[in-house]
């Protein structure tokens, strides 16, 4: 069955450190990956996606993540947190032949001023 | 920008009580899709719905759920009898057609409490 593993489910950083949040998924065939984060109170919001190509996508706000194929991994990173980044961040996998996602159980990430 | 809004943002109801939850897509998005979260677990797929008819649900998604587009802009979710352990967040999500209807766009969610 198709799963999405997020092993940190809570990391405390101080400003300026850097991140590096996990993601594995078991999918046999094509994925879609994405990286959602959802700030205390509001909608989940996309901050980026794989969908071919380059397997190092940027996004929104300085962050970014890379597809390793070999490692069925799409690991989050920041080099620089900042006490705004203080949410829950959730990877997610779309298979080929579906349009759902299965969604990772989530890393709350605070950041201390 | 255009967003996916929920309402009511929190529901309290009593077991064995329907409830509906209500979603305006996205304007010009052609799929919609219904998750929810129990406190503390993941976001868990629900169902999926196109050009009128579910296209995808889970085994979460038994016969006390059903979903409906009563009109050209409302997307609904309900639950007939519910128990006490469909106490959850309920989210709406929608998206285009094509590749783009591979990236959804969520609403802020619906917290469902069942006493």
């Known amino acids: 069955a198709q799963s999405v593993s997020q092993h940190n489910h809570h990391v405390i950083l101080s400003e300026a450190a850097s991140l590096e949040l996990g993601c594995n998924y078991s999918y046999g065939g094509t994925v879609n990956l994405f990286w959602y984060v959802q700030y205390p109170g509001q909608h989940l919001q996309l901050l980026l996606k794989?969908?071919?190509?380059?397997?190092l996508v940027k996004g929104i706000k300085g962050f970014e993540a890379e597809f390793i194929k070999s490692k069925f991994s799409f690991n989050l990173r920041k080099p620089s947190v900042q006490w705004s980044d203080t949410a829950e961040y959730f990877c997610?996998?779309?298979?080929?032949?579906?349009?759902?996602?299965?969604f990772g159980t989530g890393t709350r990430l605070k950041v201390l001023a | 920008e255009p967003e996916v809004t929920q309402t009511p943002s929190h529901q309290v109801t009593q077991m064995g009580q329907e409830v509906i939850l209500r979603c305006v897509p996205i304007s010009n998005h052609l799929y919609f899709y219904w998750y929810r979260q129990i406190l503390g677990q993941k976001v868990e797929f629900l169902v999926s719905f196109y050009n009128n008819e579910i296209s995808e649900k889970s085994e979460i998604f038994d016969d006390q759920f059903s979903v409906e587009r009563p009109d050209g802009s409302n997307f609904t979710l309900k639950i007939r009898s519910t128990k006490l352990e469909d106490s959850a967040m309920y989210f709406c999500a929608s998206s285009d057609f094509g590749t783009g209807a591979y990236e959804q766009y969520f609403g802020p969610g619906t917290r469902l409490t069942v006493t």
């Open positions: 794989y969908f071919s190509g380059d397997p």
């Open positions: 997610a996998v779309r298979g080929s032949g579906t349009y759902k996602y299965i």
